[in-house]
């Protein structure tokens, strides 16, 4: 009797110790990312979240290689650095709303906290708003709804993104292909090169701004679009939509613009007084020379109009050349 009472008893403490073990594991796993593989130095971390969760991630020195894919889950590779997946999100629901990769030594500072060397995978939800930050690497980013990306020395390339996108590059390029939604895009010292963009809701634009860079935007159907350049070549290929804006700002450099013959516009510049105007359209155009303070040339500004002048052009330019060509 005393042995079938001592074996219950054991057994009762052995289910109790279970129920705690697994309760702190589950909240182990809930909170900082369901596995952790190590595959030849690779650590992965995989978690449930929301199709909109909010994922960020900073390095010192590694890129960024983001996915978007129809799970509800988000999983991060790191090649460099033992990493955490770390809900940072406030409500209690089962799938997280909030994400950040941190470096396993930082987790008590997971708000701040940025893994110093390693490059990153992701696979995020598609409606995901994805936010980077590196100090020296690449970033790549295909099919994700929201991003806000900054690398001081590396380059921006990002496809089929889906809403909204600001990109920012210190020493490098951006490229954008065939995505939807609003663009902001700013190079210091190189180029941005956006090809086949199309706005998601009717107030969408384009804005894309580099000082020493050339700009050259392909087949982008927004009815806003703003382009500002110090120095080097801006060039615009594609249709003019009925009513949209386009303005193009160059301090020194050459302005192009590519656009169906049949396109109607209203041309409005603001040139110095070298600046040359080419244009295979005939342009019937006004300039007035204006002479300032202290007998000071001041810019020329020129206006045409063709055809009924259904989309407004600006360019401002101190030095350099425009040219408007038939397509």
């Known amino acids: 009797m005393l042995h079938t009472r001592c074996c219950t008893l054991r057994t009762l403490l052995l289910l109790g ?31 449930t979240a929301d199709r909109r969760v909010i994922v960020s991630a900073c390095t010192l020195s590694g890129g960024f290689t983001v996915r978007g ?51 990153l995978e992701m696979d995020v939800p598609r409606g995901a708003n994805v936010r980077l930050q590196t100090t020296s690497g690449d970033i790549s980013l295909t099919d994700v709804a929201r991003a806000t990306v900054v690398t001081t020395s590396g380059n921006i390339d990002l496809t089929k993104m889906r809403e909204e996108t600001t990109a920012t590059v210190i020493g490098g390029d951006i490229s954008v292909r065939d995505s939807t939604g609003l663009f902001n895009l700013h190079a210091t010292g190189g180029s941005i090169d ?8 009717a107030s969408d ?31 615009y290929s594609g249709e003019l939509l009925r009513n949209g804006s386009y303005s193009f700002q160059n301090l020194s450099g ?30 019937n155009y006004t300039q007035n020379q204006n002479i300032g303070p202290g007998n000071r040339r001041e810019p020329r500004r020129v206006n045409a109009t063709v055809g009924t002048g259904e989309a407004l052009i600006r360019v401002s330019l101190l030095t350099g050349s425009l040219r408007i060509s038939k397509t």
Do not use: Y
């Open 205 to 235: 634009t384009v804005s894309a701004s580099t000082v020493s860079g050339e700009v050259n935007l392909n087949q982008v159907t927004h009815q806003r679009v703003n382009v500002n350049s110090v120095s080097g070549q801006v060039t």
């Open 254 to 283: 050459e302005i192009r613009l590519s656009i169906p013959a049949s396109s109607s516009f209203r041309l409005v510049t603001n040139v110095g007084e070298t600046v040359k105007i080419n244009s295979d359209f005939n342009l």
């Open 69 to 119: 894919w129809d799970r509800n889950e988000v999983r991060v590779r790191s090649d460099g650095s033992d990493i955490e997946l770390t809900r940072i999100d406030q409500t209690k629901s089962e799938q997280a709303t909030e994400l950040k990769v941190t470096a396993k030594t930082s987790r008590s500072n997971a708000r701040s906290s940025c893994l110093m060397f390693g490059g």
């Open 17 to 47: 110790f279970s129920s705690v073990a697994l309760s702190v594991c589950t909240a182990g796993v809930f909170a900082h990312g369901a596995t952790r593989e190590k595959r030849g130095g690779q650590v992965e971390r995989s978690i």
């Open 194 to 201: 956006a090809r086949h963009l199309v706005p998601l809701a």
